[in-house]
């Protein structure tokens, strides 16, 4: 008599024990790479890097896009639109699984889905499969900080929670570095499908890295309220967040919209206005991204330890207005000044996902931490959506940059009156290990 083998649900296939779990525990013991100090915000910078990459392949190669498959501008911006859509839409649901399932389940998930959005913009034979990447890479996108973010929750102590987000949002601004620096060159080398199958696989052998941690579990030392009150996979969807989470959301939705705007088309505005190579408009955008890093990282310190989030949220989209200025006056200033500019845009249009981030952890209870990050990336990613498509149907009929830049300095503007005065207060299960 055979036995019939029931089939199992795919977020219970996820949770179940690995049979190999004690092995990789002991290499971890051993080389303490994804649990250490340094090795876990590592990981979490390259999960980040991973999630939204398609993105800034995209800007980077609009130069080789547009002559690979004779695309316009709006055509490119609805391109990224859809990218960000699909993470935007998926978002929320990410975050809940996310609480189900846990973090290291959900990066697992991301770098699987981050290379697979790779290789099939690397076999692109027309812009429909190209929208199909975009559509894969779309559900890392709006999945990264999700995941990311409840994985700080659960493991990483209060007081260093700020420097670590700092460091995990930074590998949104290692991305557009990594992307600004090699993939023009890589393109010259290998062409630009070739380099993007390099991060295909750079990606893929993320998830053997995802494999190493050990699998998800709350430290009862310093959680047992949470634990015995509310356990992390009860209730998902059921309790409403913080009521100040809608105001972030409403921020991170402006936000987006001036992060979309102004930055997609920034190499190609660098190249066609500014006067700039394509590699030296990919040097530019490299330079942002380090600089970003180091905003990131700073602001996130920041945030936990001098200036309270939202306060700090306010003075970085001032800084961020200031940004679309400078670019609206390039121009008639000259073309020496989008370099110095990068500072402005890695403080004002960058470094305020840390601070976002950070807030979150701080404000919602850990076991509602992936569905409020879904929630806040549904508003950011909305507005990349919207920004990135208007800036090019812009450009198109106006042929000028300038409308947009105006734009996003009010919009900038608008989203620093967004938060309100009052800061949100902290919730005491968002920090365990404040609590032993």
Known sequence: MTRR???????????????????????????????????????LV??????????????VLTVDLLDEFGLSRTAIGLIGAVNTMVGAVTAPWSG?????????????VVMGLSGASMAVMALSPNAVVLTLAAVIGGLPQGWGNPATNALIAERVPAGARGTVTGIKQSGVQFGIFLSGLTLPTLAL?????????????????????????????????????????QPVNAGVGKEPVPPWIWRLTLYALLAGTVGGASSRFFPLWAHEVVGLSVAEAGLLVAVGGLLGIVARIAAGKVAEALIPPARLL????????????????????GAWLPWPSTILQAVGIGAWNAVAMLAIIMVVPLHMAGRASGIVMLGFLSGLS??????????????????????????????????????????????PAAAS
């Open 46 to 59: 390259w999960v980040m890097t991973a999630s939204s990459f398609y993105l800034f392949a995209v800007a």
């Open 314 to 333: 306010r003075m970085l989209a001032v800084v961020g207005a200031v940004y679309c200025l400078t670019l609206a006056l390039t121009p008639t200033v």
């Open 386 to 431: 919207f920004g990135s498509p208007l800036a090019g149907f812009v450009v198109d009929q106006v042929g000028s940059y300038q409308p947009v830049w105006i734009g996003c300095l009010i919009l900038a503007l608008v989203a620093a009156s967004s938060l309100g005065r009052h800061e949100p207060k902290p919730s005491v299960s968002s920090t």
């Open 96 to 108: 809940r699984v996310t609480d189900r399932i846990g973090p290291r389940s959900a990066a697992l």
């Open 5 to 43: 083998i029931q089939p199992r649900p795919l977020l219970e296939f996820l949770e179940r024990p690995s049979a190999i779990d004690q092995g990789r525990r002991q290499l971890i013991r051993a080389s303490g790479f994804a649990t250490g100090r340094l090795g876990l915000p590592i990981f």
């Open 189 to 229: 080398w290998i062409g630009w499908r070739g380099a993007i199958w390099v991060y295909a696989a750079f990606f893929w052998i993320g998830i053997l890295v995802v494999l190493t941690l050990p699998r998800d579990t709350l430290r009862a030392s310093e959680t047992e309220n949470v634990a015995q009150s």
